[in-house]
């Protein structure tokens, strides 16, 4: 349980942006640092990491165990990290969490101990690709699973893999069977609908039904498995870096947060199915008037999820609980977000997620992508603490139905009707992000542009 002050951090306020924790990722890295220099393998690993995937071996990490006789319960707490205690923590062990920082966990064991674990999103692949004939402990789909990868003296490395469980202890579960019955479910659910309404009506009740056989933590991550595999169906440089991650078996366990858009009429009924999900609403988000759009951010209690929804929002509009209350039906125009559902439909149907964003190590990864010929767009966030870049946008056919609808409406002009028809419109991005500091939000400064240059409509006017 968060304490109350915590608590108040997560609540609909757009006011609110994390902290930033300096010392914190000093004592973080100087750990990383010590266990790379003990441990040969882990050393190896981090420096093809980088190679490979342009990725931080420190994004990869699901938490550190260190022995209490190597730090005091007193410096974990002086950094901010309190105590957790769950019936899932194993014996002899204390588990310390910061509360406000996306920072991994760090595990306090009684016995002479020091081992970090790694985070691929598929346990079995990540030990196929090291080759080794490792095996791992727990069944294939439960809850929680891991492997000792190598011992070197008395530094471990291992990796687990998690399916919507947030504790520490390899244990039989009786949900595999319904688990992997809704893995498929939501692999080939129906997306494609006469009317966005009654697709959203369908998944909601899919959604309901789902809940009372599975755990909603079970739940939310067999659905976002599923929807990263449909967005990276769709978006070129997801492929590209897919693969790249994948030759070392480490698939997409480096997420940092998944972005859905949403019309103003349907989006109550999105976040209903999140909170449904297990989700809890985080900080509101406001672009600033000229950006005409905003967003809830929302966090899961046990998968290490965080999902970011936009819609279009006008400037009086910004300090209501828009997630609950929804909007008043009035004329409006319609911005960037309400375009792109316009063009392409809900995020949660048949469009999929805007963009996945996912820690890399931001200037490798903007050096390194575009020679598979994935370019990048210039960053639109530049701070010691956080980088974003988006990669050049993957252009989606439009439906002549959807192109009718909006030209009758006065929502494009002719011109657009047709070079829409002609060269389909922007549909999804991957972004390359870096955190430091132990930042857990985002960037409201200089937001505004990059949507602003990736409106379908600003992009065929500006010929790029």
Known sequence: MKPESDQKLVQNNEEFDWGLYPELETFVVGL??????????????????????????????????????????????????????????????????????????????????NEVALKPEELDHFLQMLGTGIGAEGEPFSQFRKAIVKKEGDYVLSAVER??????????????????????????RQR?????????????????????????????????????VYWQSRNRAGQIQKARQDT?????????????????????????ILEDMGYACRERYYAGERAGWGAQILEHKTCDIVAFT???????????????????????????????IGLHGESILQAG???????????????????????????????????QAFTVGEHWPVDRSRLDRLINDGYITKEQYDQFMKDGAIGSHMENL???????????????????????????????
């Open 32 to 113: 990383v640092d010590k266990f790379l220099s003990k441990h040969k393998t882990a050393k190896l690993l981090s420096e093809r990491m980088l190679e490979k995937s342009s990725t931080r071996f420190i994004d990869w990490i699901d938490h550190l165990v260190v022995s209490e006789s190597d730090v005091k319960p007193k410096t974990l707490e002086d950094l901010g990290l309190a105590v957790s205690e769950s019936q899932r923590d194993p014996d002899n062990v204390t588990v310390y969490r910061h509360p406000a920082s996306y920072l991994f966990p760090i595990l306090l064991d009684e016995r002479k101990r």
């Open 248 to 272: 070392l078996g480490l698939g997409w366990g480096n997420h940092d947060h998944h972005t859905y858009r949403s019309s103003r009429r349907n989006f109550t009924r999105m976040i209903r």
């Open 353 to 387: 997620m805007h963009h996945l964003e996912a820690r890399f190590d931001h200037d490798r990864l903007t050096k390194d992508l575009p020679a598979f010929g994935a370019p990048m767009m210039p960053p639109f966030s530049r701070f010691d603490f956080l980088k």
């Open 434 to 464: 870096e955190r430091d500091q132990g930042f857990k939000g985002f960037n409201k400064a200089s937001v505004t542009k990059i949507i602003l240059e990736t409106d379908p409509r600003s992009h065929h006017e500006g010929g790029a």
């Open 192 to 228: 494609y609908f006469d009317e966005d309404d009654e697709g959203m009506a369908h998944f909601e009740k899919m959604m309901r039904d789902s809940l009372v056989r599975l755990d909603s933590g079970r739940v939310a991550d067999a659905f976002f498995r599923t929807e990263r």
């Open 163 to 188: 399916r919507g469980y947030n504790g520490f202890i390899v244990q039989e579960t009786d949900d595999i069977q319904e688990y992997t019955r809704m893995l498929s479910r939501f692999f080939h």
């Open 310 to 340: 936009d819609v279009d929002l006008n400037p009086d509009e910004k300090d209501i609980d828009f997630a609950h209350r929804g909007f008043e039906e009035r004329e409006t125009k319609m911005g960037t977000v309400g375009l792109w």
